[in-house]
């Protein structure tokens, strides 16, 4: 996610720490799938490693990380879409010193529907972070090499069983300097906006430890998806909840622009946002593929990949 203050971030893990008291453990569990999920922690180790710089856009370490995910896809045969593999822009962003223009790379990959070809589901993670601040690289594991490894093992399963809607997949570049890249898809967009069914956002889904949730946000704008997920069960040490869109959330509790659904949301794209709460290594160098917990980046996953699945069959009927 977005930066926020320094503020905004202690005000938050002191409220996910007082809420530690209140965890909730009565949702039904169902077993992890048997399937190989080493693959899944490579991608975040290999992301969030030192040598990766904290894939700051435009920087070398954001180079490294693009040519990691592009290599991935071309191994699992994910295609380009016509438009190319990659989506260039330039677009002026934040800094913590004020405005700056930004050269950024969006990646794409795209694999063909069964049912209703022409109807798109854009999936997506950002793989920028901030890079290195006073000689310490934050290496962005769960924010969020963690969120683009989802979305790659989502990837391979489409490629053993094929959606019914086209899928658009986006490593998005320029996240924690605006949304950069999320807003330059939309404005330029490689299928009509109109033709685009949803997009699901993934944004830190490799730690639970407060809570145990992985939040769907978005159900208050898109009630119509709710039904399609509500009846996903947990899945290991993680269970869907959803939240964090509504009125009453306010401040760093509303997340419906704190990711890259943001502009597919102001496009007027239905959307939904998967991700976990604040942790203290939030936006902080020590945010390391040593302290995400596999147990729930596998769990959330899991959860990840059913929501998909779901959505998949049920939209556009
Ligand atoms: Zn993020």
Partial sequence: MIRLSRALILTAVALTLASCETVENAAPQTPVAAVSHDQLLADVRILSADDMEGRDTGAAGGERARAYIVSRLEALGIAAPPVGRLQPWTLEGRTRQGPKTYNGINILGLVEGTRVPDRYIVVTAHYDHVGISEGQIYNGADDNASGVATMLEIATRLKAAPPEHSVIFVAFDGEEHGL??????????????????????????????????????????????????????????????????????????????????????????????????????????????????????????????????????????
Avoid: C
């Fill in 180 to 317: 950069l890249g999320a807003k330059h898809f939309v404005q330029a967009p490689p299928v009509p906006l109109s033709s685009i069914a949803l997009n699901l956002n993934f944004d830190m889904t490799a730690r639970a430890e407060t809570d145990g949730k992985l939040w769907v946000t978005g159900t208050y704008q898109n009630p119509t998806l709710r039904p399609m997920l509500e009846p996903i069960p947990a899945n290991g040490a993680v269970s869907l909840a959803f939240g964090k869109d509504t009125p009453q959330d306010t401040g760093e509790n509303n997340w419906v622009e704190a990711s890259d659904q943001g502009p597919f949301f102001r496009a007027g794209v239905p959307f939904l946002y998967l991700g976990v709460d604040y942790h203290p290594d939030y936006h902080r160098p020590s945010d390391d593929f040593e302290r995400i917990t596999p147990a729930v980046f596998i769990s959330a996953t899991e959860l990840a990949a059913s929501a998909f699945r779901s959505l998949d069959r049920s939209l556009d009927r």
